[in-house]
């Protein structure tokens, strides 16, 4: 199976006499329908290589390859369409327009990039249907509670039907409750509708319930593993 991440030797660095490096020589994948969880300290690289697997960045070294293609061989345009095609983007803050409702601050995406169909209209709909949002349709974001906003980015999200959602701390600005409701939100949304899903946070409890845990330190990866692998490990050495 083709990953839809695949990165080789990736390195990005900043500065021109003195450089500072950010990452360094990492090689990382996320397979099709993966959840993963990136943790690290401030500065560890997360954020770093969130932006070079969004294409919103390029890599001083290396190579990363989105859903088959290596990204340097695009140009600007190039990069756009991969990402209106390939990828959603979940921020910290919503950024929702306060002049459109729920159902047209979560067709955006579809709007920007082409007429919309009727099949389009009743996917974004569903989705709002599926977090609890379907009685909002013609709400504004001010009406909103800031979980209820947070869902609406979701479904933005997800309107072009990516293979791949990027998460930054998408549970940072919400309470404890909220946060949790939204984290298992978006594995639902993973188990249900087989997108790949990579979030970055700083909460080890949410990261916990992730399927793969990706710890950054000083640029590098420095673990990687499968949350079930490190429980059944344990649950062992507890019986032994």
């Not at 989705?127 to 001010?142: E, H, Q, T």
Request: aromatic share 6%.
């Amino acid at each position: 199976m083709t990953p839809i991440v695949e990165a080789v030797e990736l390195s990005k660095s900043y500065g021109d006499e003195i450089k500072t490096w950010a990452l360094r020589g990492v090689d990382f994948r996320i397979d099709q329908g993966e959840f993963i969880a990136i943790v690290g300290a401030s500065g560890s690289g997360k954020s770093t290589l969130l932006n070079l697997v969004g294409a919103l960045d390029r890599p001083s070294a290396g190579a990363i390859y989105i859903d088959g293609t290596e990204t340097s061989t695009l140009d600007d345009s190039g990069l756009a369409r991969l990402r209106g095609d390939t990828i959603g983007f979940v921020f910290q803050f919503h950024y929702l327009l306060a002049e459109f409702n729920v159902l047209e601050n979560a067709m955006m995406p579809l709007w920007i990039r082409r007429r919309v169909s009727k099949d389009d209209r009743k996917w974004v709909k569903e989705l709002l249907d599926r977090v609890g949002l379907g009685g909002k349709f013609k709400s504004k974001p001010a009406e909103l509670s800031g979980g209820q906003q947070q869902r609406v980015a979701i479904v933005r999200a997800l309107a072009n039907r990516p293979k791949l959602i990027l998460a930054d701390e998408p549970t940072g600005n919400l309470d404890s409750q909220n946060g949790a409701l939204v984290f298992e939100l978006l594995t639902e949304l993973n188990r249900e509708l087989g997108i790949a899903f990579m979030l970055v946070t700083h909460d080890d409890r949410l990261a916990c319930k992730a399927q793969r845990i990706v710890a950054m330190e000083d640029g590098n990866i420095a673990a990687d593993y499968k949350v079930d692998q490190v429980e059944a490990a344990s649950h062992s050495a507890l019986a032994g």
